[in-house]
């Protein structure tokens, strides 16, 4: 059983060029989301987080100015804080079923791909 693939990218990032490029190379079907143009609701950056398994300070691009200000804060505020400045959330993640992958590098896209 194949799950739906679902990238929630932004279209200037190289890194998400790369990831929808192996995607388009896979041949299977996916859906693209734009997350500055349709932004995530806490439910669905929670949820996104669970899938991927990781700490949400592992989500947090911390080389953006705004992430200064939110080195000791709790992962509730840093959940508000990515939902209200998209720019502060890592990126390309691609969702496959009940499984996610932070795909930096792209290339990390592969390994959900292979999950058939």
């Given at each position: 059983m194949s799950e739906?693939?679902?990238?929630?990218?932004?279209?200037?990032?190289?890194k998400c060029?790369?990831?929808?490029?192996?995607l388009n190379e896979s041949g299977k079907e996916f859906e693209s989301i734009n997350y500055y143009e349709t932004p995530l609701t806490g439910e669905q950056l929670r949820e996104l987080v669970q899938k991927l398994n990781l700490?949400?300070?592992?989500?947090?691009?911390?080389?953006?100015?705004?992430?200064?200000?939110l080195e000791n804060a709790s992962d509730e505020v840093i959940i508000q804080a990515m939902i209200n400045n998209p720019d502060l959330m890592q990126r390309p993640?691609?969702?496959?079923?009940?499984?996610?992958?932070?795909?930096?590098?792209?290339?990390?896209?592969?390994e959900l791909l292979q999950s058939d």
């Open positions: 739906k693939i679902v990238i929630y990218q932004k279209p200037t990032c190289s060029r790369s990831t929808l490029t192996l700490p949400v300070r592992d989500i947090l691009r911390k080389d953006e100015p705004a992430a200064r200000e993640i691609v969702v496959r079923g009940d499984q996610a992958k932070l795909c930096r590098p792209p290339e990390n896209v592969l």
